[in-house]
């Protein structure tokens, strides 16, 4: 059963960057870490997937060793607007197909 | 997004009442879930559907029902509801067109339900 830790909250400040670890010992081979991102009363939103090394996009990087056994995402110079939650997702499989399971997230809050 | 709806937006009702929370998406997307998110937690499955013939249990099924009237609707009903079901419901929706596994989800504006 593949599960994922993620500390419960993390506090920041603006301009700084802040990385968020996730730890998956189980992961699968073929699967993928995906994070979301979710505001107070919103539906979460995806905002990056990667397998292996590191993936980058205009939101945020993600970071994965060898072993893929963890993942840090790291969101550059955070503003209030960052102020979100936060959860890494790895795949479970069920019947032979990987069924999304979310955690509890991480509670990012920036101040100004 | 906008290409996924949830009907109604909010609920009141009361112990012992059937409720049906409605999900419809415009992304031709085969794959729909059901999610329900209490304070402090994340989101736990309710029901998945893979297409219109599939329908599975997700990790907090009991109490819960549902029907995928079309590829396009995900319906999710409470036959008898309790206080204990209040909380945020969210539709998602996902293609597996693409990698087939941990594809992208796209969520709905969610339904806040509360039973008194």
């Known amino acids: 059963l593949a599960k994922t830790t993620q500390p419960i909250s993390m506090d920041s400040y603006e301009g700084q960057e802040v990385n968020i670890t996730c730890s998956h010992n189980?992961?699968?081979?073929?699967?993928?870490i995906t994070w979301y991102q979710q505001f107070p009363s919103q539906g979460p939103r995806f905002i990056i997937q990667?397998?292996?090394t590191k993936v980058t996009n205009e939101v945020a990087s993600l970071f994965i060793p060898a072993d893929r056994k963890s993942s840090t995402l790291s969101l550059p110079r955070v503003s209030l607007s960052d102020t979100a939650v936060y959860y890494c997702?790895?795949?479970?499989?069920?019947?032979?197909?990987?069924?999304?399971?979310f955690g509890r997230g991480t509670s990012l809050i920036v101040h100004p | 997004d906008a290409d996924v709806t949830q009907t109604p937006r909010n609920r009141i009702t009361k112990t012992g009442k059937r409720i049906m929370l409605e999900c419809s998406q415009t992304?031709?997307?085969?794959?729909m879930y059901w999610y329900r998110q209490d304070p402090g937690l994340g989101l736990r499955l309710i029901y998945y559907?893979?297409?219109?013939?599939?329908?599975n249990k997700g990790e907090i099924s009991d109490g819960y029902s549902v029907s995928r009237q079309a590829q396009a609707k995900f319906s999710l009903s409470l036959e008898s509801a309790i206080p204990n079901q209040t909380a945020l419901y969210f539709c998602?929706?996902?293609?597996?067109?693409?990698?087939?596994?941990?594809?992208?989800?796209?969520f709905g504006p969610g339904t806040r339900l509360t039973v008194l």
């Open positions: 559907s893979f297409d219109v013939k599939d329908i």
């Open positions: 997702l790895v795949g479970d499989m069920k019947g032979g197909s990987y069924i999304p399971t």
């Open positions: 998602a929706t996902s293609d597996p067109r693409g990698r087939g596994d941990n594809e992208e989800q796209f």
């Open positions: 992304k031709g997307h085969d794959r």
């Open positions: 990667g397998y292996k």
């Open positions: 189980n992961i699968a081979t073929n699967d993928y």
